[in-house]
């Protein structure tokens, strides 16, 4: 059974840091991504790993501020969120998908998503 679980969500003001993570198992992801997702706004990817390469990738609305990174002897991708802003504020969602096939921010292309984290950001 494949299993997504994201952890390390909460609140901080402005210009703080969040490190999110999330532990995969039962799933050898050829590609794992950040989603968020903010009410009444779509689904938004803003950071993926490409798992043989170590390749990522970002959203312009989180270049030079969040940075992705995985932990392969854990299973695990961590993202460093950096300079956080209010519009940051949302539901963080880890994906995986064992195809690296499609674009890396695709919602489609995913085959398995975890439940996701609370990310608040106050002024």
């Known amino acids: 059974q494949v299993q997504l679980v994201e952890s390390g969500g909460g609140s901080v003001q402005a210009g703080g840091s969040l490190k999110l993570s999330c532990a995969a198992s039962?799933?050898?992801?050829?590609?794992m991504t950040w989603f968020r997702q903010a009410p009444g706004l779509a689904r938004e990817g803003v950071a993926t790993?490409?798992?043989?390469?170590?390749?990522?990738a970002y959203s312009d609305s989180v270049r030079r501020r969040f940075t992705m990174s995985g932990e392969e002897s854990t299973n695990t991708v961590l993202l460093q969120m950096n300079s956080l802003r209010r519009e940051d504020s949302a539901i963080y969602y880890c994906?995986?998908?064992?195809?690296?096939?499609?674009?890396?921010?695709?919602?489609?292309?995913?085959?398995?998503w975890g439940r996701g984290t609370a990310v608040s950001v106050s002024t």
């Open positions: 994906a995986a998908s064992v195809s690296i096939m499609g674009g890396g921010f695709w919602a489609d292309v995913y085959d398995y």
């Open positions: 039962g799933i050898i992801a050829g590609r």
């Open positions: 790993i490409y798992r043989t390469s170590g390749i990522t």
